[in-house]
């Protein structure tokens, strides 16, 4: 999803990083996002290969260092070596992880990956959430909202991510959007939602955020597990879902053996958890897309993958 670059002044990260004690030998471009900016450097003093990326939100970047206290052999999420500001910004400096983004394995190498990203998956559920709440937790480790169902809900209204969202996002919406974001707002009413395990997820991992490499054995070895902004308690489903949701997007997703791979006893009412986790998606994402006229055009396609899955 294309949309503002942030503008970075190569010359003063490099004296800002000096100033915290590293010595970068050059900046090299590794990815940006929304309003966000990564290089790669080698610290020559640490003589150890890293990152800076340079954003608007310093606790999506303090959430990653939150994260990387979970890090196992299943689980690689990179060290944070630093958070700190930057001008009008900020930055963080973690441990560098190879490899390229995972939607661009393509469909054969991604069925290589699977094993591996099911194991990091499964690990991630077996993590106790260490605040209470639903929804992204924010740097004292709490949820913002008392039960899934309020979770998912809010996606509707106007205080969801404020910052990036017009409070009156559902005003003036084409006819057709509109109808598609009330059905959905009805739909998501008759779910049943009573059993739902509360679990950490990261709910980001497509859009550059896990590396892999293909090391030369039976399976490519994942590297890297980052940008936990997104990261929330919520139904582990979601994972999956976000994988469904953005399929045609990625159309190497090897979604069948995926869902294979992580197959484990679900309450009964999985079917409805999984509707309530695309509705969180997709309505999420047409506010966001109505609400940004960079992308708006953006949200009509997104709409119609909800009523797709959904069968609205």
């Known amino acids: 999803m294309n949309g503002p670059k942030l503008e970075v002044d190569e010359t003063a990260l490099v004296a800002r990083l000096v100033e915290l004690g590293m010595q970068p030998d050059e900046l090299v471009p590794a ?8 290089y790669a450097f080698t610290d020559t003093v640490a003589d150890e290969r890293r990152v800076v990326r340079v954003g608007l939100r310093r606790e999506y ?24 500001g930057f001008g009008e ?16 394995l393509g469909a054969e190498r991604f069925n290589l990956v699977v094993p591996q990203l099911a194991r990091a998956l499964t690990a991630l559920r077996t993590i106790e959430p260490p605040g209470a709440g639903w929804g992204e937790f924010d740097l004292t480790g709490e949820g913002r909202y008392p039960t899934w169902r309020s979770y998912v809900a809010a996606a509707f209204g ?40 509360r679990r950490i997820v990261h709910a980001d991992l497509l859009h550059g955020n896990v590396h892999v490499v293909d090391d ?26 976000c994988f469904e949701y953005w399929k045609p997007w990625h159309p190497g997703i090897d979604l069948a053996g995926l869902s294979e791979a992580l197959v484990q ?22 506010a966001f897309t109505s609400s940004r006229p960079e992308v708006a055009e953006q949200a009509r396609p997104i709409a119609d993958r909800l009523v797709e899955l959904i069968d609205l």
Not at 61 to 84: G, M
Not at 168 to 194: F, I, M, N
Not at 217 to 241: K, R, S, V
Request: charged residues 20%.
């Open 61 to 84: 970047f303090e959430k990653d260092a939150i994260a990387a206290t979970w890090a196992c052999p299943d689980l690689p999420i990179p060290a944070v070596q630093a958070v700190d």
């Open 216 to 241: 030369g054995t039976a399976e490519l070895q994942m590297t890297g597990i980052f940008d936990w902004g997104a990261g929330a308690y919520a139904d582990p489903l979601l994972e999956l879902a």
């Open 31 to 38: 990815g940006e996002g929304w309003w966000s900016r990564c």
């Open 158 to 197: 106007a205080s969801f991510d404020p910052e990036f969202r017009r409070a009156d996002w559902r005003v003036g919406l084409e006819p057709s959007l509109a109808t598609v974001v009330d059905a959905s707002e009805h739909r998501l009413a008759e779910l049943d939602l009573g059993e739902v395990p």
């Open 265 to 286: 006893p679900e309450p009964g009412n999985a079917a409805d958890r999984r509707i309530a986790c695309l509705i969180l998606i997709g309505i999420s994402h047409v």
């Open 89 to 104: 910004h900020w930055l963080a400096v973690s441990n560098y992880a190879a490899g390229e983004p995972l939607e661009h």
